[in-house]
T-cell receptor
Framework: DTGVSQDPRHKITKRGQNVTFRCDPISEHNRLYWYRQTLGQGPEFLTY????????KSRLLSDRFSAERPKGSFSTLEIQRTEQGDSAMYLCASSYQREPRNTIYFGEGSWLTVV | GNSVTQMEGPVTLSEEAFLTINCTYT??????LFWYVQYPGEGLQLLLK?????DKGSNKGFEATYRKETTSFHLEKGSVQVSDSAVYFCALGAGGTSYGKLTFGQGTILTVHP
């Protein structure tokens, strides 16, 4: 299967700890996106990359959040000094620039629980 | 800014019933419209899409037509199955510099009983 892959699928951490999520996009997709989804809500856009460049960041992405895509392939999303309000599912998605507009494919998500 | 409003759920139907989930949007320019489905504990799967006015997206018996005059993209299926039970999200994709940045509705939970 060559879909979007995320790791870990579930993470429980204590408040104040740092966590990192990894996303491997579909091969040859040059665009990669991070979204956050809280219980009972639709996903909310956080940030996106085209190749290794981070082109847009949402106001939701506070200073404690940092995303990287160093070689234009996989990406990491790090949350420092986690808070209980960070508990959510973090979704990664990817797309290819030449595909029909805005057709993006999501991974299965990484659940974060901050206790 | 852009926004998407979905009919509130949950929606509970018997197998083989007709399904409609309403979705309306507010956007500038010419957005693309999507329906995504999310099964319990999983990520989002693209169900169907439409990229311009009057386009009809269809997949797995589901259909939705991009209606610019009513700013709507309602999801329909003629005969639902138990396996269709999931959360359905309507989403809008803006163009230009916001390419790929989707705005989602709040989701509609569908439960289909045998």
């Amino acid at each position: 299967d060559t879909g979007v892959s995320q790791d870990p699928r579930h993470k429980i951490t204590k408040r104040g700890q740092n966590v990192t999520f990894r996303c491997d996009p579909i091969s040859e997709h040059n665009r990669l996106y991070w979204y956050r989804q809280t219980l009972g809500q639709g996903p909310e856009f956080l940030t996106y990359f085209q190749n290794e460049a981070q082109l847009e960041k949402s106001r939701l992405l506070s200073d404690r959040f940092s995303a990287e895509r160093p070689k234009g392939s996989f990406s990491t999303l790090e949350i420092q000094r986690t808070e209980q309000g960070d508990s959510a599912m973090y979704l990664c998605a990817s797309s290819y620039q030449r595909e029909p507009r805005n057709t993006i494919y999501f991974g299965e998500g990484s659940w974060l629980t901050v206790v | 800014g852009n926004s998407v409003t979905q009919m509130e759920g949950p929606v509970t139907l018997s197998e083989e019933a007709f399904l409609t989930i309403n979705c309306t949007y507010t956007a500038t320019g010419y957005p693309s419209l999507f329906w995504y489905v999310q099964y319990p504990g999983e990520g989002l799967q693209l169900l169907l899409k439409a990229t311009k006015a009057d386009d009809k997206g269809s997949n797995k018996g589901f259909e939705a037509t991009y209606r610019k005059e009513t700013t709507s993209f309602h999801l329909e299926k003629g005969s639902v199955q138990v396996s269709d039970s999931a959360v359905y999200f309507c989403a809008l994709g803006a163009g230009g510099t916001s390419y790929g940045k989707l705005t989602f509705g709040q989701g509609t939970i569908l439960t289909v009983h045998p």
